[in-house]
């Protein structure tokens, strides 16, 4: 069966059909090469979908203060300067851009009065900046790159997994791969390959992710040999739903607090004013009246307190729950209906702003967001760490290997501000098709090694002929368990080396895993598939947060609570070396003088 | 804690069965739950897709007890539980295998149907000026999470099997949307008449009522369009107009 198989050929093939993916396709299919699109779902249904709050673009339509600089600062501030600056240089400068070329292609924002794209409010971002459609932010973005792309003649590959990249001696020059419909093998070739699969959430037990979300671009390309780094920077998302059990982890959009939500105790206490870190203090209310009068437009209002950055709220958060502070099923309380003591029609106006939210809350927990308080918890959200790329091209540290969106690493430093995702998918989804064409122009396909094939499809197909083994859904479910209990939101030494061992013994199970029925549309197969990648993003996130004996964003060490300065010089790297994974350091790039003063100017 | 029957249609292409599960349900539990549930328990290799299970990306959709409904945000409180649940793939596609069904078409009609032209920009930058008040209607239609259970629901499609003729309620939303953008400059009615069969809707409105997005597909989508149309290719005083233009 290892020698069945079907081979497509494409100039340049994007792996994963989310904002980032389809951006790539769509750029590389505008610079005159062919290209082949691999989703791992249906087109249209990527994890882009589900973000809902907005993409921060500093367009300055709300406030004509804000510029890229302010942008490049506020990134720069919320990832505590282990960002990659030229990224973040980019990022603010070519967003605004990026979202108008959306609205040319279709997409339909909300507007201000005079008609322009209308802005919010966001954690982290000094003035209004996220461009957005209500609360569904995200199937606007992919609707509108999906509807663009369709009439590209982009080839578009329907649930179809990625097993493994095949390489020419050190250059990546195609992919292994399956379809599920009939659990058949392909094989593409490819002159570069884009890799935009998104993060890693499912590696926890409560996460906002879809069971798309396995870590599949980051494996990939650390089995190849490429770089990773900032594998310990995890974004907890501080609202997630934490009741009925059966949702526990699916997001609530930071757009809640943007509206003039307020987090509370069950004292009634509004605690994060009782925490505020220093550099944010000058940017930050002295007091609710000032904190709502900002989330209503005021100018010469500072946000918030719950508008501050996302690891230091999820923080907080899990720090009154710990105190025996929280809400009856374990979060804290969200609350968007006091606002109607502020404005008559309240109901109907948060109905118009928070749609989904709105609709969530009553489906799934019987709940009317506009009368009562929601119950709120840290979810897993986000990976800021992921495959090392140069910031302007985004080539990988493998020639023919580009990487863009959640799996690539570098623009969001220790902490991702809320907003900056979309955006970085557009930006950097397009620079990554556009150098991607440009290296299938100038390089021809490389050679497929028929060895490597006939060892993966032999890998891919063992569990099948294993018996006595566990069932991978309980493999996954372990892990799961493991990674939220061990390498979480605050971290020790002694656990993540008992993580490490843990890993071990998963992956010995996982060796031995069995499954049942044939090939075709197989979902056991499939998880025994992702456990690989799920299990290799565990070890890397786990020795990296190891590594880092310091506090910084993602990473809280209740060992080393503080801020070192030593680890503001380097990035925590990790790569395959004879089958093992390593750890090295990489220099962060010295910021030019000119960025320097910027941050600066900035404040 | 309760225990409940699911009894899930099983096979392929040539064929299925209906297959009764139990498992135990608990507080706040929705049907996909109960599938995951069974999946991992006793049938590893149960074929149902899902994504974001928070009613977003309208994967998971499927025929509960008989109605079009996605799995992830029906909740089995809202279920008679007493009774076996029926759990089948949407019946207005072939069956893939269990409850995946065949939803290919769905995106070749899409291709089909004209892109977004839009006017020139309004400002010198190169950007576009629109009221909200002007994309409300829009931006309802742009809701549309393609779960296709509209498509599933419409009798010309599940019943007549019209789908060379007709492209269901979903794409007549998706034309709307494009028809009724501000910016676009396209025409589409010519085609909305003829290769997109409007005139097979006969306002049943079964598509409203089970679109998730609470979407008003057939009072504010097709009625509309069908006016155009009317208003193009079938108003006597424009045929006559037209025919003295042509002099």
Known sequence: ?603 | MATATFSIRRGGREGGEMVDYQTDVSEGMVVLDAVHQIQAESAPDLACRWNCKAGKCGSCSAEINGMPKLMCMTRLDTIDITQPVTIEPMRAFPVIKDLISDVSWNYEVKKRIKKFKPRPPDAEDGTWRMQQSDIDRVQEFRKCIECYLCQDVCHVLRDHVKHEEFIGPRFLVYTAALEMHPLDTENRTEELKDMFGIGYCNITKCCTKVCPEHITITDNAIIPLKERVVDEHYDPLRKLIKIFRKK
């Open chain 1, 1 to 603: 069966m290892a020698n069945d198989y079907t081979t497509f050929e494409h100039d340049v093939l994007v792996i994963g059909a989310g904002g980032a993916g389809l951006r790539a396709a769509i750029e590389a299919s505008s610079a005159g090469v062919s290209v082949g699109l691999i989703c791992k779902s249906l087109l249209g249904k990527a994890h882009t979908v589900m973000a809902e709050g907005g993409m921060a673009a500093a367009m300055g339509n709300v406030d004509d203060r804000d510029n890229w600089k302010v942008h490049f600062s506020d990134t720069m501030r919320g990832g505590q300067y282990v960002n990659n600056w030229r990224m973040a240089e980019l990022h603010a400068k070519e967003a605004p851009d990026r979202v108008r070329e959306l609205e040319a292609w279709g997409a339909v924002f909300d507007r201000t009065k005079d008609g322009k794209i209308l802005q919010r409010n966001f954690g982290g971002h000094r003035y209004p900046r996220l461009a957005h459609v209500g609360d569904r932010t995200g199937l606007e973005l992919i609707r509108t790159l999906q509807d663009h792309g369709i009439h590209q003649g982009i080839d578009v590959h329907m649930e179809v997994t990625v097993i493994s990249l095949l390489k020419d001696g050190d250059r990546v020059v195609g992919v292994f791969a399956y379809e599920r419909e009939h659990g058949r093998f392909r094989v593409f070739k490819a002159k570069a390959v884009i890799l935009a699969t998104g993060g890693v959430g499912r590696a926890y037990k409560i996460t906002s992710n879809s069971w798309e979300g396995t870590g599949d671009g980051h494996a990939l390309a650390y089995h190849a040999g490429a770089e990773l780094i900032d594998m310990e920077f995890i974004q907890f998302h501080p609202t997630g739903m934490v009741w009925p059990p059966s949702v526990r982890g699916i997001l609530v959009t930071e757009g809640v607090r943007g509206e003039g939500g307020i987090l509370k105790n069950s004292e009634g206490n509004r605690f994060m004013f009782d925490d505020i870190p220093d550099n944010y203090k000058d940017q930050t209310a002295k007091d609710p009246e000032e904190g709502w009068r900002y989330t209503q437009g005021d100018k010469s209002a500072n946000r918030p307190p719950e508008l501050l950055t996302r690891d230091h709220v999820a923080r907080c958060i899990n720090r009154e729950v710990k105190a025996g502070r929280g809400s009856p099923h374990g979060g804290v309380f969200l609350d968007i209906a006091w606002i109607k003591e502020k404005l008559p029609n309240s109901a109907e106006h948060i109905k118009k702003k928070l749609p989904s939210m709105y609709h969530q809350f009553v489906q799934l927990a019987n709940l009317d967001i506009t009368t009562t308080p929601m119950e709120v918890g840290p979810t897993t959200h986000y990976i800021m760490g992921g495959i090392r790329v140069d910031a302007d091209t985004q080539a990988s540290t493998l020639p023919g290997l580009y990487a863009a969106g959640e799996c690539a690493s570098g623009i969001n430093g220790a902490n991702r501000l809320g907003g900056n995702s979309l955006s970085d998918l557009i930006v950097f989804g397009k620079r990554a098709g556009e150098y991607a064409a440009e290296f299938a122009k100038a390089n021809g396909h490389g050679i497929i090694d028929a060895a490597q094939i006939e060892a993966e499809a032999k890998r891919a197909l063992e569990p099948f002929d294993r018996e006595g083994g566990d069932n991978p859904f309980n493999i996954q479910h372990d892990l799961q368990e493991m990674m939220q209990r061990l390498v979480g939101i605050v971290r020790l030494e002694d656990e993540m080396q008992e993580a490490l061992v843990g890993l071990q013994k998963l992956n010995e199970r996982a060796a031995k895993s069995t499954i049942t029925g044939n090939i075709d549309f197989n979902p056991g197969w499939h998880t025994a598939l992702d456990l690989r990648n799920l299990l290799t993003v565990s070890e890397a996130i786990t020795l990296s947060a190891i590594e880092r004996k310091e506090s910084r964003g993602g990473q809280f060490r209740d060992d080393y609570p503080n801020k070192d300065p030593e680890f503001a010089k380097f990035n925590i790297a990790v790569k395959e070396v004879d089958g093992r994974m390593e750890i090295s350091h990489v220099p962060l790039p010295e910021m030019p003088a000119e960025l320097k003063q910027v941050i600066e100017e900035m404040g």
